[in-house]
C-alpha cells in the first residue's frame, strides 16, 4: 500500500509544486464549499472538481514557476424524506505541495545545495446530515475523517565531490474531527453559522534514506478549528453572498498557530442559459513565515455553471490573486473545472444519464 | 429547414471552437510544465542544516596476518634481494638415481617472460642444504613446520656448488653425478646482487623446472612420476626474510598471509546521517611487484577478526590501482561506511589486501605471493556527511 502511495506521488512530481507557503504548519488551509457558500439542498447533486494551478513566486531576487493539475473536490448531497439530507465530500483541507531549494553554502571546504519537493495533502472525509424546518430553519451536524499523506523528496547534492544523497520523508496522517451548522431563511435572505471542532490529528513519519534504512516518529497535533457565517441575499437573478471564516488556533507546541481569517464575497447572475459567478476574497493565513510575517493572499474570480441537458452543469472558473509572506511573493492562477450531476427525484423516472 | 440548417452551422461552429479551446489549453499546460526551479524559499523550512561535515578517523586496529609463510606451494619462487629484505630459493631433487646413465644432466629453471612481468638479472651462488626441510612447511625460521633452522637455511658455506644467473627465459644448471646426495637432501640458491628473478615453481605447469638427461645425439626428460625408468621429482621453496618494519608499519601483499585487517572506530559519527563520501587513505611503500601498477581491494568482515579464520564479505567493498612509485592509495566506500554508521555492531572492520587474493582459488590463496609492500603510518578514513533532514512533525503534542 505505501509502494502504492509512493508511486502515485512519485507520478504526480511529475508536476511541479507551488505554494512555497504551503511547507509551513500543516500546509495550505483549503475551507470546505458549504463554509464559503450555502449549498442547495433540495435535489440530489453529485459534483467533481479539478483545479489546475500556476505560481510564480519571487522574493525579488529570484524567481521559480510552478503549474500543477490535481482534483480538488468530490461532491454528493441526497435529500432524504421529511426535510433531512445526507452529504458526502472529499476534499482537500490542507495542501502540501511545495518545492523549495537553498543557496548553495559552504563548510568544510564543500558546498551544499539542499532542494526539497513535496507532495501530498491532508484530506477530508466529511459526512452530514441537515434537516430543515419548514423551509426556514436550518440545522447541520457533521463529521469528519482527516487522512491523506506526503512525500517530501529531500535531495542533498554536495557539489565538489559530485555526490548526492537522497532522502523521504513520508507522512501519514489520520484524525478526526465534527462540526455543526445553523442557519435561518427570510424572505430573499438567508444567514447561516458554523463551528468546526477538531480533534487530534497523529501523524507518523517514515524517513527513507538512500541505504533504505527507515526510521518511525509519531506526533500529533490539533489543526485550527473553523468557526465563521455566511450570510446571502437572492434577487430574482442575482445572488449575492459574504462569507466569513476564523481559524482558531488550539495550544500547541508542535506548531505556532496564529489566528486566520478568510473574507470571501460571492456573486451570480443568471444569464439563461448559464449562470455567471464571481468571486472576490482575502486570506490571512493561520501560519506566519519563519521570520515571524503575515502571510496574506488576496484573490479574484470569475466563472459560470454551464447547463449540460438532462446532466447537470458544467463548471468553469478562472481566478488569479497574489499571496505575500515576508519577502516571498506568489503570483497565481487558477483554472477551476468541475461536472455536477443533478435530479430531482419524484420529477423524473430515470437514474442518473439515462 | 432553415433552422435546421442554422443548428447545424451553430453545433459545427460550437465543435471547432471547443477543438480550439482544447488545443489552446492542451499549449497552455505544455508551456507552464516547463518550470523553473531556483533558489527559493528553504528558509520556511526552518529545518535541515545546510553544512557538510567532514571527520578523519584513524584506525583503532591494524594487524598483518602474518610475517611469516611457507612459501613452498607458490607458484612463483622468488630469488633476490633489495634493502629490506631476501629471497632464496630451495631446490631438492627425489630419485635422479639414473643421473649416472647420461653423459650431462641439467636442471631447467624457467624465468617468466620479460614481457610477462618485469624483473632483475639476478646471479646465484648455490651451496648444499645441511638439514632436513619440507618444501609445504619451511621458512627463513624453520626447516618444516616445526623444526627451527639457522635463519635463512642451514647450508655450508664453504661448499660452493656453482654460479648461476637468472637473465634469460630458460636457466641451467649442471647437475654433477657425485653431488647425487645433495640434490637429494636440496640446495639452496643465495641472491648475489640486488632485484628479483620470478621463476616458475613445480606447482606452475607452464614454467614448471624440469630435468633433461644427454646421451649422445639423444636427449631424455626425466619424470616425476614414480616407477618412471628415469624418474625425478622436484621440490622447491622461496623462504623470504622477514620484513622487520618499524612499529606503525605493516607488511601488506597478495595472499591471504599478507592481508592487513583495519577497524576504524566511528562512535564520533552521530546517529542518522548520509555518508556523502568516504575514503580510505593509506600511505603505502611498495616493497616488490612484478608489475607497473599495483591493485588493491578491501573487504568488509561479517564476524570479529579470526586471524586467518576470519569471515569476510565476498562482495569487494572497494579498490583502487595506483603505480608502484606511487606512496598512498585511496579506496573509496561510502556504502560500508554508511552501513557501519547505521549498524555500529556491525563494524567488524575491514580486509584490505594486493587483488590477487582471490585470482586463483585453484592453487589456494595462501600459496600466492605476487607483490609485497608496506603500510607506513596510521591509515585514515576520511568521511563527509550530511545530516538526515528532520521531520515535518517531530514526535511531542
Redesign the interface.
Known amino acids: 500500500m505505501r509502494k502504492l502511495i509512493a508511486l502515485i506521488f512519485l507520478l504526480s512530481s511529475a508536476?511541479?509544486a507551488y505554494s512555497?507557503?504551503n511547507?509551513?504548519g500543516l500546509g495550505g488551509y483549503n475551507p470546505p464549499a458549504e463554509f464559503l457558500q450555502i449549498q442547495p439542498r433540495h435535489q440530489t447533486r453529485l459534483g467533481v472538481g479539478f483545479l489546475?494551478e500556476?505560481v510564480y513566486?519571487?522574493?525579488g531576487t529570484?524567481?521559480?514557476?510552478?503549474?500543477q493539475?490535481r482534483p480538488e473536490s468530490f461532491q454528493f448531497y441526497f435529500p432524504l424524506p421529511w426535510r433531512f439530507g445526507l452529504g458526502v465530500q472529499v476534499t482537500e483541507r490542507f495542501n502540501l505541495d511545495?518545492?523549495?531549494?537553498?543557496?548553495?553554502?559552504r563548510?568544510?571546504?564543500?558546498?551544499?545545495?539542499?532542494?526539497?519537493k513535496s507532495r501530498g495533502g491532508i484530506e477530508g472525509l466529511r459526512l452530514s446530515l441537515d434537516k430543515s424546518f419548514y423551509d426556514k430553519v436550518y440545522v447541520g451536524v457533521g463529521y469528519e475523517r482527516l487522512f491523506g499523506g506526503a512525500w517530501?523528496r529531500?535531495e542533498?547534492e554536495?557539489v565538489e565531490?559530485t555526490?548526492t544523497?537522497v532522502?523521504s520523508?513520508l507522512?501519514h496522517f489520520g484524525g478526526n474531527g465534527v462540526w455543526g451548522m445553523a442557519g435561518f431563511k427570510l424572505g430573499p435572505v438567508e444567514m447561516r453559522g458554523f463551528y468546526a471542532h477538531p480533534f487530534g490529528l497523529a501523524?507518523s513519519?517514515e524517513?527513507q534514506?538512500?541505504?533504505d534504512?527507515a526510521?518511525v516518529?509519531?506526533?500529533?497535533?490539533i489543526p485550527p478549528a473553523e468557526l465563521g457565517g455566511i450570510i446571502t441575499c437572492s434577487a430574482k437573478r442575482l445572488e449575492l453572498g459574504l462569507a466569513y471564516i476564523q481559524q482558531v488556533p488550539a495550544d500547541?507546541?508542535?506548531f505556532s498557530f496564529v489566528p486566520g481569517h478568510i473574507i470571501q464575497a460571492n456573486a451570480g447572475y443568471r444569464f439563461d442559459p448559464f449562470i455567471l459567478t464571481g468571486k472576490a476574497g482575502w486570506k490571512n493565513w493561520y501560519v506566519e513565515?519563519?521570520?515571524g510575517s503575515p502571510v496574506s493572499d488576496i484573490y479574484v474570480g470569475i466563472g459560470a455553471r454551464i447547463p449540460i441537458k438532462a446532466y447537470g452543469y458544467g463548471k468553469l472558473e478562472i481566478s488569479g490573486g497574489l499571496r505575500e509572506g515576508g519577502d516571498?511573493s506568489e503570483y497565481h492562477v487558477e483554472l477551476r473545472a468541475g461536472l455536477e450531476f443533478t435530479e430531482i427525484w419524484g420529477k423524473r423516472e430515470r437514474m442518473w444519464g439515462g | 429547414m432553415q433552422s435546421r440548417k442554422s443548428l447545424k452551422e451553430l453545433k459545427m461552429l460550437y465543435g471547432r471552437s471547443a477543438a480550439s479551446i482544447l488545443v489552446l489549453l492542451g499549449a497552455f499546460c505544455v508551456f507552464l510544465s516547463g518550470c523553473e526551479e531556483g533558489p527559493l524559499g528553504f528558509d520556511e523550512l526552518e529545518r535541515g542544516e545546510l553544512q557538510v561535515h567532514q571527520v578523519i578517523i584513524e584506525t583503532d586496529t591494524v594487524v598483518g596476518f602474518s610475517e611469516q609463510i611457507a612459501l613452498g606451494g607458490t607458484t612463483t619462487l622468488i630469488g633476490g634481494r633489495d634493502s629490506l629484505t631476501e629471497a632464496r630459493i630451495l631446490i631438492s631433487i627425489a630419485g635422479l638415481d639414473s643421473i649416472t646413465a647420461f653423459d650431462s644432466v641439467k636442471l631447467c629453471l624457467r624465468r617468466y617472460p620479460a614481457d610477462e612481468i618485469s624483473q632483475d638479472n639476478v646471479t646465484f651462488n648455490i651451496y648444499p642444504v645441511t638439514a632436513d626441510w619440507d618444501e609445504e612447511g619451511c621458512t627463513w625460521f624453520l626447516a618444516d613446520a616445526y623444526s627451527n633452522w639457522e635463519l635463512g637455511g642451514e647450508f655450508d658455506d664453504s661448499d660452493l656448488i656453482t654460479e648461476i644467473t637468472a637473465d634469460d627465459d630458460t636457466v641451467e644448471l649442471r647437475l654433477a653425478p657425485e653431488r647425487l646426495d645433495d640434490y637429494n637432501q636440496g640446495i639452496i640458491l643465495l641472491p648475489q646482487n640486488d632485484g628479483f628473478a620470478y621463476l616458475g615453481s613445480d606447482e606452475k605447469a607452464s614454467y614448471a623446472p624440469f630435468i633433461l638427461g644427454f646421451d649422445g645425439e639423444d636427449t631424455t626428460k626425466f619424470s616425476s612420476l614414480a616407477g618412471a625408468d628415469y624418474y625425478a621429482a622436484i621440490y622447491d621453496a622461496t623462504i623470504l626474510e622477514p620484513y622487520e618494519a618499524p612499529i606503525p608499519d605493516t607488511l601488506i601483499g597478495a595472499g591471504l598471509a599478507w592481508r592487513v585487517h583495519l577497524r576504524f572506530p566511528l562512535d564520533s559519527l552521530p546517529q542518522d546521517i548520509d555518508i556523502t563520501s568516504a575514503d580510505l587513505v593509506v600511505k603505502y611503500e611498495n616493497f616488490f611487484s612484478p608489475e607497473s601498477t599495483l591493485d588493491f581491494v578491501c573487504y568488509r568482515m561479517e564476524e570479529p577478526y579470526v586471524w586467518r579464520y576470519s569471515e569476510m564479505v565476498s562482495a569487494i567493498a572497494g579498490r583502487d590501482s595506483i603505480d608502484v612509485t606511487d606512496d598512498s592509495l585511496s579506496i573509496s566506500f561510502v556504502g560500508v561506511t554508511q552501513f557501519w554508521a547505521d549498524e555500529p555492531d556491525s563494524n567488524f572492520g575491514l580486509i584490505l589486501a594486493h587483488s590477487f587474493l582471490q585470482t586463483s582459488p585453484s592453487f589456494g590463496q595462501e600459496k600466492r605471493i605476487h607483490a609485497l609492500g608496506r603500510i607506513t603510518g596510521t591509515p585514515k578514513l576520511i568521511v563527509t556527511y550530511t545530516t538526515i533532514p528532520q521531520t515535518r512533525f517531530p514526535g511531542g503534542d
Open positions: 508536476l511541479s512555497i507557503f511547507s509551513r489546475s500556476y513566486a519571487t522574493d529570484g524567481g521559480q514557476r510552478a503549474f493539475i511545495y518545492y523549495v531549494e537553498s543557496d548553495s553554502a563548510s568544510s571546504d564543500y558546498t551544499l545545495i539542499r532542494r526539497v517530501e529531500w542533498s554536495v565531490l555526490e544523497t532522502d520523508l507522512y501523524v513519519t524517513v534514506t538512500t541505504r534504512s526510521i516518529d509519531s506526533a500529533s497535533c500547541s507546541t508542535l513565515t519563519a521570520s516571498i
